[in-house]
């Protein structure tokens, strides 16, 4: 009897050694997507190119604020980045207390309210970067990447920002259901 006792604590502690393994990788995961959301926000708010046209006073000018597509993934970044920052918290107690059960459904649920907005911004955006890049001959719509070269590389950067974001989101939903699923 005694040895079955000791058998069941031993798998407890692996268990929970597992769980704050778990933790540990979702506190890890987290602090990359703050960078690669933040990092995308910052670069599609800050980016703008001029061109000069025949002379310098008539420029042509491109930025991020004339596309309100481009304004949207900029807020949703920010939301999300902002969002992980405080989900931090959750993070570490979850490296105190592996057993945790309800925060790790709140994490589940605010992670997947996080990815469907990230998802719809970086969507959004990436359909007016093929714009941008390749054009629409049946709309006139013609491609501003060959003029606004630097612009386009911007903002094509930022988008992979962004999805990088989208794979950790997802990864960190996947590893609370894991977590949770090995009580």
């Given at each position: 009897?005694?040895?079955?006792?000791?058998?069941?604590?031993?798998?407890?502690?692996?268990?929970?050694?597992?769980?704050?393994?778990?933790?540990?990788?979702?506190?890890?995961?987290?602090?990359?997507?703050?960078?690669?959301?933040?990092?995308?926000?910052v670069?599609?708010?800050?980016?703008n190119?001029?061109?000069?046209?025949?002379?310098?006073?008539?420029?042509?000018?491109?930025?991020?604020?004339?596309?309100?597509?481009?304004?949207?993934?900029?807020?949703?970044?920010?939301?999300?980045?902002?969002?992980?920052?405080?989900?931090?918290?959750?993070?570490?107690?979850?490296?105190?207390?592996?057993?945790?059960?309800?925060?790790r459904?709140?994490?589940?649920?605010?992670?997947?309210?996080?990815?469907?907005?990230?998802?719809?911004?970086?969507?959004?955006?990436?359909?007016?970067?093929?714009?941008?890049?390749?054009?629409?001959?049946?709309?006139?719509?013609?491609?501003?990447?060959?003029?606004?070269?630097?612009?386009?590389?911007?903002?094509?950067?930022?988008?992979?920002?962004?999805?990088?974001?989208?794979?950790?989101?997802?990864?960190?939903?996947?590893?609370?259901?894991?977590?949770?699923?090995?009580?």
């Amino acid at each position: 009897m005694k040895a079955g006792m000791e058998l069941g604590a031993a798998a407890v502690a692996v268990k929970s050694g597992v769980n704050r393994g778990v933790a540990i990788l979702d506190f890890i995961l987290r602090l990359v997507a703050i960078v690669a959301t933040l990092a995308s926000a910052v670069a599609m708010g800050t980016t703008n190119e001029t061109l000069p046209f025949f002379t310098q006073f008539i420029r042509f000018r491109a930025q991020y604020e004339d596309f309100p597509t481009f304004t949207f993934f900029v807020v949703a970044n920010s939301v999300v980045s902002v969002y992980l920052v405080l989900s931090l918290a959750l993070s570490i107690f979850h490296i105190l207390r592996s057993h945790a059960h309800f925060s790790r459904i709140i994490l589940i649920f605010f992670d997947t309210a996080m990815l469907g907005l990230l998802t719809s911004a970086a969507s959004a955006a990436a359909a007016i970067v093929y714009l941008a890049h390749k054009g629409n001959t049946r709309a006139n719509w013609f491609a501003i990447c060959q003029q606004f070269n630097s612009f386009c590389q911007r903002i094509s950067g930022s988008l992979i920002g962004s999805f990088g974001g989208i794979l950790i989101l997802i990864l960190l939903i996947l590893m609370s259901a894991v977590a949770l699923s090995r009580r």
